[in-house]
Nanobody, 114 residues
Framework: QVQTVESGGGLVQPGGSLRLSCESTRSLFSISVMGWYRQAPGKQRELVAEITIGSGTSYADSVKGRFTISRDNAKNMVYLQMNSLKPEDTGVYYC????????WGHGTQVTVSS
């Protein structure tokens, strides 16, 4: 199990940018795939981006071309750069071990609104 602390969320206008950070309590050298997830109000949690230990990436169609996931294994950190934000990106964002997402952090709230 991995425990995570997410930060960097906030209120931003449409078209704006945010950079989310995720600190893992477990060494990222032992985690093959890390994912960023979001949960919009009234909806289920969904995977929006993932990154392998070798930095291979994959994105949900809804964020492709706008979001960039990265990881720093030495610092146990995972990041999500979000550009051209839309109101539908609003939600609580979490990171987790994609292959063993049994424990969830508190997440960080992202609100995109004018």
């Amino acid at each position: 199990q991995v425990q995570t602390v997410e930060s960097g969320g906030g209120l931003v206008q449409p078209g704006g940018s945010l950079r989310l950070s995720c600190e893992s309590t477990r060494s990222l050298f032992s985690i093959s795939v890390m994912g960023w997830y979001r949960q919009a109000p009234g909806k289920q949690r969904e995977l929006v981006a993932e990154i392998t230990i070798g930095s291979g990436t994959s994105y949900a169609d809804s964020v492709k071309g706008r979001f960039t996931i990265s990881r720093d294994n030495a610092k146990n950190m995972v990041y999500l750069q979000m550009n051209s934000l839309k109101p539908e990106d609003t939600g609580v964002y979490y990171c987790n071990d994609k292959l063993d997402p049994t424990t969830w952090g508190h997440g960080t709230q992202v609100t995109v609104s004018s």
